[in-house]
C-alpha cells in the first residue's frame, strides 16, 4: 500500500502525475525526506510534494533569474528557507500541468555533480547494555526469536532503512523496522531499550560512542575504518553481504563551463591533501574517495539506477 494514500485525492493525482512525468527521465529516483514524496536526478534533489501554510504545492529546483520570473506568475512563490535563491514553489490549486511540464523539466535538468569527495560510513550499533556484543551475536539471537526484534532507521525510502530491511532478509530476523525523519529519534529509542539495533554514521553518534552509551557492531564497508575505529569488523567478516555506500560531493548547475569544472577538481583536490583539513575529516570518520566530474557523472547515475532498484525490490517505490 501506498505510504501516502492518506491523503486527499488532489495530493496522490499530483503525485501519480509527478511519478509519471519522470519515470522515463534517465537517473530518476523517487524517496521520502521529511514525510514528502522527492525526486532526485542523479542523488540531486529537483521536485518535492509538500505542504505550506495548509496547501499543497510543489517545490522545484531553479536558478535565480527563473525564480524571480516564476514568482510574477499566479500559483507561484518563493520557497521558505530558501535563503540562496535557487527554489520556487507552485500550488497544485489551478494548476495547469501542460504548462507546469515544462517549469519540472528545466528543474530536473538545472544540476549535475561536479565531483564526489568523501564516503561516509554507516555502522550498526546497540546501546551498551546490551547484551550483544557483536553484530554476529545479535542476529543469531534475533534468528532464533523471530519476529520479536525492533530495529530503528531513517526516512522511508533512505540508504539506512533500504540497509536495514536488507539486513532483517540476509539475517531472517524478520524484525519490526521503524522509521524516523533524523538520527537523533532513533538513537534515542535504541538507548530507552525501543529499539535492538540502529543505524547511522559515526559523527551523529560520537558523543554517545564517547559516553560509552553505544556500542559499535559493525561497519558497512568494504573494508575496516582507520584510525580509531580500526577495531571494528566489517558486517562482511561477520557472515553478513551488506555493504553500504554513502557519499558527499557537490553539484553545480548544468553547462558549467570546463575551466569552471576544472578549478573546483583542482581546489577540492588540493583542500583534501591539506595536512589540517585532513586532520579534521579524519576526525569525523569520513573516507577521501574524490571523483572528478566525468567519474562524478557515471558514479551518480549507476547509484540512482541501484537505488531505484533496490527501492522497487523492497516496496518502498514502484
Not at 539471537?141 to 525510502?157: E, V
Not at 534515542?188 to 556500542?215: P, S
Not at 575504518?225 to 553545480?252: H, Y
Not at 583542500?271 to 586532520?279: F, I, K, M
Request: charged share 25%; glycine share 8%; with cysteine.
Amino acid at each position: 500500500m501506498d505510504e501516502f494514500a492518506h491523503a486527499g485525492p488532489d495530493y496522490l493525482d499530483a503525485l501519480e502525475r509527478l511519478r509519471a512525468e519522470c519515470a522515463d527521465w534517465p537517473g530518476v529516483t523517487e524517496t521520502t525526506s521529511w514525510g514528502n514524496p522527492t525526486f532526485k536526478a542523479n542523488g540531486t534533489t529537483f521536485a518535492v510534494l509538500d505542504r505550506y501554510r495548509g496547501s499543497y504545492c510543489v517545490w522545484l529546483r531553479c536558478g535565480h533569474a527563473q525564480r524571480e520570473a516564476l514568482v510574477e506568475r499566479e500559483g507561484y512563490f518563493p520557497a521558505p528557507y530558501d535563503r540562496q535563491k535557487h527554489a520556487v514553489c507552485r500550488r497544485l490549486e489551478g494548476l495547469d500541468w501542460d504548462d507546469f511540464r515544462g517549469v519540472l523539466r528545466a528543474s530536473y535538468e538545472s544540476l549535475m555533480p561536479v565531483a564526489i569527495v568523501f564516503f561516509d560510513p554507516e555502522v550498526i550499533y546497540t546501546r551498551t547494555e546490551s547484551p550483544h556484543k557483536t553484530l554476529a551475536d545479535a542476529l543469531a539471537h534475533m534468528k532464533t526469536n523471530r519476529g520479536k526484534a525492533r530495529w530503528g532507521a531513517s526516512n522511508p525510502a533512505s540508504l539506512e532503512r533500504i540497509a536495514m530491511e536488507r539486513l532483517n532478509r540476509l539475517s531472517g530476523a524478520r524484525a519490526v523496522v521503524v522509521s524516523h525523519e533524523g538520527g537523533g529519534d532513533q538513537v534515542i529509542g535504541v538507548l530507552n531499550g525501543t529499539y535492538d539495533l540502529g543505524i547511522g554514521e559515526i559523527q551523529e553518534l560520537r558523543a554517545q560512542i564517547e559516553a560509552r552509551k553505544l556500542r559499535l557492531l559493525a561497519v558497512l564497508t568494504e573494508k575496516r575504518l582507520p584510525g580509531g575505529f580500526s577495531d571494528l569488523p566489517t558486517a562482511r567478516e561477520q557472515g553478513v553481504d551488506l555493504v553500504v555506500t554513502k557519499f558527499r560531493g557537490l553539484a553545480g548547475p548544468k553547462k558549467l563551463p570546463a575551466g569552471v569544472l576544472k578549478a573546483w577538481e583542482q581546489g577540492l583536490e588540493a583542500v583534501l591533501a591539506d595536512p589540517a583539513y585532513r586532520q579534521e575529516y579524519a576526525r569525523e570518520h569520513l573516507v577521501p574517495a574524490f571523483m572528478d566530474h566525468y567519474e562524478a557523472a557515471r558514479f551518480t547515475t549507476r547509484f540512482a539506477d541501484e537505488l531505484a532498484a533496490s527501492l522497487r525490490e523492497l516496496g518502498i517505490a514502484r
